[in-house]
């Protein structure tokens, strides 16, 4: 008999250690669970002021090159230039770097995705018109919506093999690009109209005088 309460003693001692250690584990999960939401949201936190950052920059570049600062003053142009270029270098004091882990497959993905945009990019002067074509092309294959025109396949093939963050990184890259098609466009469109303009009152005053 007194063996048998020992030996239940000893049981009940077991038991009480196995739940404790349960309990413990239990609690340590729970807080790296809540750990692990608090980091997904440090990280799209960082990834916000990243993309703040580039929409920054973007801004002051096109105030820059804006058809009203070429339609001011010398003196104008050059004071609001220093205050573009100071904002300019504070944005850029501003670092801000959220790592993506990428698998091989993802990092070559990658890599091939940048060279194909970066060779559009670099035929931009030779041919704006071609290149806004292919940059849509490219971006359709980065659309989830039904695209209105055509849709680079291979492009879209070697984005899916890129990690998802890496994904959404070239769709953005691609919509700025096409953004400053769009407003290099504008102001080359702009500038013809003021020549064009121009000449023609040259003709009317020629025409006055003769």
Do not use: W
């Not at 609001?80 to 100071?86: E, F, I």
């Not at 890599?111 to 292919?134: P, W």
């Amino acid at each position: 008999m007194a063996q048998a309460r020992i030996s239940a003693k000893a049981n009940e001692g077991r038991f009480c250690r196995s739940s404790s250690m349960a309990d413990r584990s239990s609690r340590l999960l729970e807080s790296l669970d809540q750990l692990e939401l608090r980091v997904e949201a440090l990280r799209e936190a960082a990834t916000a002021v990243e993309q703040e950052k580039e929409v920054l920059l973007e801004m002051i570049h096109s105030i820059q090159n804006s058809q009203d600062m070429r339609q001011i003053s010398d003196g104008e142009r050059e004071e609001l230039n220093l205050t573009a270029n100071r904002l300019m270098g504070r944005t850029l004091t501003v670092e801000v770097s959220v790592e993506t882990i990428r698998s091989p497959q993802q990092q070559e993905s990658l890599k091939h995705a940048t060279r194909i945009i970066d060779e559009v990019v670099s035929k931009f002067l030779d041919d704006l018109g071609n290149a806004r074509s292919h940059l849509m092309s490219l971006y359709s294959a980065c659309s989830s919506e039904v695209p209105a025109g055509p849709v680079d396949q291979k492009f879209q093939s070697i984005v899916i093999g890129c990690a998802l963050e890496d994904q959404k990184k070239i769709k953005r890259r691609l919509e700025t690009l096409l953004r400053n098609i769009e407003n290099s466009d504008k102001a080359i469109k702009l500038l013809e109209h003021s020549k064009g303009a121009a000449a023609k009152t040259l003709q009317n005053a020629d025409a006055r005088f003769n």
